[in-house]
């Protein structure tokens, strides 16, 4: 039996809005979901249905307003980080927690070598002397791949190629040894040689160090073989959640399927077809009172579009938000009793 102090991170009920001028954007919308020590999570998902805001919420690198916490709870080793204020969070940013994102000049500073950027990132959370971090420095470098890391640490971030610079990144994030990394599409920019670089290397920080990861991007292609679990974000909502073999082996709700039929296959002829998923998401400005998904759902019913169906479990950790699968609806299709 998993314990709480085996979790990292647990997110609980986390409501998250935007208020804005024109009115509320809802999101993230009352999600849930842990992370055990030294684990790795994906959060994958179609563009806008939340996984940034999610992540930076964990961070707590969203500006108020506009943002508004509306509910739930952010226990990082228990402690709910939203009852944290900013010099709690600062402790806690950069030093147990780190965040890579896609685009590395968001987290480097063009003005200052890359050496002493690791090295000032250092100091600043630990009581080494400046040769010791110079050396950790190299080591990192060096752990992240860089070629020549002693002649590398001296030179600007506009010397090194894109996949170089997020290899910096990453040597950054990690210097501090953080508890957890979260790394929000760390991988989109670049080519697939060096995507697959990256993630190795993820894998093996995660593994050397036992850091705790939550990986966040829109390819559920790199996914399989990069985490343990994944969540399946729409709309702001989670849809599915399940270890790796529960999502690609026996993935419950329609857009996970719709998802999975989007991904490449490398073994695939010529002549076949990726098949993108048609309409857009809903507008999180109002979003619908029923599924979020109905609207593009091969699979809707009458019920689907004005009742928004709860997470249903379906063993372990494996659930969905699907009235084909829920407890109340069991042959699907018929209306579930007293409607
Ligand atoms: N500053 C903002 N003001 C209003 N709405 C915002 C703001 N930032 C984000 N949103 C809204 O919040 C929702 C979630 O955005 P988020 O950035 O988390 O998506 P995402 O899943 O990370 O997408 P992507 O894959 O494109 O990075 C979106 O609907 C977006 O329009
Ligand atoms: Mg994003």
Not at 129 to 136: G, I, P, Q, R
Not at 159 to 186: C, N
Not at 304 to 331: A, F, T, V
């Amino acid at each position: 039996m998993t314990e709480t102090k085996d979790y990292i991170l647990q997110v609980k009920n986390l409501a998250v809005s935007f208020e804005t001028f024109f009115g509320e954007v809802e999101a993230v919308r009352d999600i849930s979901f842990d992370l055990k020590r030294g684990s790795k999570l994906a959060i994958v998902g179609e563009s806008g249905c939340g996984k940034s805001v999610t992540a930076n919420s964990i961070v707590q690198l969203l500006p108020k307003p506009p943002v508004v916490y509306k509910g739930g709870e952010i226990l990082f080793n228990g402690e709910n980080l939203l009852d944290y204020d900013n010099k709690q969070m600062m402790d806690i940013r950069g030093n147990k927690i780190s965040m890579v994102f896609q685009d590395p000049m968001t987290s480097l500073n063009p003005t200052m070598k890359v050496g002493k950027q690791i090295t000032e990132g250092v100091r600043r959370h630990e009581n080494l002397s400046e040769d010791e971090a110079k050396k950790l420095a190299i080591e990192m470098l060096d752990l992240v791949a860089v070629p020549q890391p002693e002649r590398r640490a001296q030179q600007y971030p506009h010397e090194f190629s894109g996949g170089m610079r997020q290899r910096v990144m990453i040597a950054l994030a990690m210097a501090a040894k953080p508890e957890l990394l979260i790394a929000d599409e760390p991988t989109t920019a670049l080519d697939v040689t060096v995507q697959a670089q990256i993630l190795d290397l993820m894998k093996k920080l995660n593994k050397e160090m036992g850091t705790s990861i939550i990986l966040i991007t829109h390819d559920l292609g790199v996914v399989a073989d990069m985490a343990e679990e994944v969540i399946v974000m729409y709309a702001g909502q989670i849809l599915e959640k399940g270890s790796v073999h529960d999502i690609f082996k026996d993935p419950k709700h329609p857009y996970t399927r719709k998802l999975l039929a989007a991904v490449p296959k490398i073994n695939m002829e010529r002549s076949e077809v990726l098949h993108s998923i048609e309409g857009t998401p809903p507008d999180l400005y109002k979003p619908p009172k029923g599924c979020s998904f109905y609207d593009r759902c091969p699979n809707a019913m009458v019920i689907c579009e004005d009742h928004m169906p709860d997470l249903q479990s379906h063993g372990g950790i494996h659930c969905s938000r699907c009235w084909l699968n829920h407890k109340d609806y069991p042959q699907g299709g018929k209306q579930v009793e007293g409607e």
